[in-house]
């Protein structure tokens, strides 16, 4: 089931298309790129157009968590980590990381949904170079991006041919979104334990 904020979103981008997608992909990405690939599906939005517009919006997001821990003052810094009930310990490990191995921790950091923002924050803290954070974000942008577009498309594919959902082209289509779902949890969870590995 969809829950109100998910139904008010797809109602955003059907009426306002690329125009709303891209600062709704900068505040919620995740989410809003599923619902975008099912309305490709529908035929309400085009792939191509879609897919960049997704990819702009989410580094621009990335460089606002970037910016926020390069450039805030540390007073309020420590207040957003608090509110977050973010480690200070925790947030010194990932820069240490990240002075020492800050491609794999970027990529695989943005490939992991959970911790995925805390990784942004530090990068920041730690001034990794702007054009090293941008380069390693889309390189995991880029893959990410089209699995979850992936993902909204076979929805939309499947809702769009209901009529004969019990045909094993539609059927197919379901497993394969279901695939694509446990790849993008598998890839998030293991992006995870590495970057919590390399923090060690």
Same mark, same amino acid.
């Given at each position: 089931m969809?829950t109100h904020?998910q139904? +008010?979103?797809?109602d955003?981008? @059907?009426?306002?298309?690329?125009?709303?997608?891209? =600062?709704?992909?900068?505040?919620?990405? =995740?989410?809003?790129?599923?619902?975008?690939?099912f309305?490709?599906?529908?035929?309400?939005?085009?792939?191509?157009?879609a897919y960049?517009?997704?990819?702009?919006?989410?580094?621009?997001?990335?460089?606002? /968590? /970037?910016?926020?821990?390069?450039?805030?003052?540390?007073?309020?810094?420590?207040k957003?980590?608090? @509110? !977050?009930?973010?480690d200070?310990?925790? $947030?010194?490990?990932l820069?240490?990381s990240?002075?020492?191995?800050?491609?794999?921790v !970027?990529?695989?950091?943005?490939?992991?949904?959970a911790?995925?923002?805390?990784?942004?924050?530090?990068?920041?803290?730690?001034k990794?170079?702007?054009?090293?954070?941008?380069?390693?974000n889309l390189?995991?942008?880029?893959?990410?991006?089209?699995?979850?577009?992936?993902?909204? /498309?076979?929805?939309?594919?499947?809702?769009?041919?209901? #009529?004969k959902?019990? #045909?094993?082209? +539609?059927l197919?289509?379901?497993?394969?979104?279901?695939?694509? $779902?446990?790849?993008?949890?598998?890839?998030?969870? +293991?992006?995870?334990? @590495?970057?919590?590995?390399l923090?060690?």
């Open positions: 969809y904020t139904l +008010v979103i797809f955003l981008i @059907f009426r306002y298309s690329y125009l709303i997608l891209f =600062p709704l992909i900068v505040v919620e990405g =995740p989410i809003v790129t599923i619902i975008a690939g309305l490709v599906a529908l035929g309400f939005l085009d792939f191509i157009p960049f517009t997704i990819i702009a919006g989410d580094l621009a997001g990335d460089t606002l /968590y /970037y910016a926020a821990g390069r450039w805030w003052l540390k007073s309020t810094l420590d957003v980590f608090s @509110f !977050l009930k973010i200070k310990d925790n $947030i010194a490990k820069e240490n990240l002075k020492t191995h800050k491609g794999k !970027l990529f695989f950091g943005k490939l992991s949904h911790i995925g923002g805390v990784i942004l924050f530090a990068a920041g803290k730690a990794v170079p702007f054009k090293d954070f941008l380069k390693f390189l995991a942008t880029l893959p990410k991006s089209l699995i979850l577009l992936a993902v909204g /498309y076979y929805f939309g594919s499947t809702v769009s041919n209901f #009529s959902y019990l #045909s094993l082209t +539609v197919g289509l379901f497993v394969f979104t279901l695939v694509l $779902i446990g790849l993008y949890f598998l890839v998030s969870y +293991v992006a995870s334990k @590495f970057v919590t590995k923090e060690k």
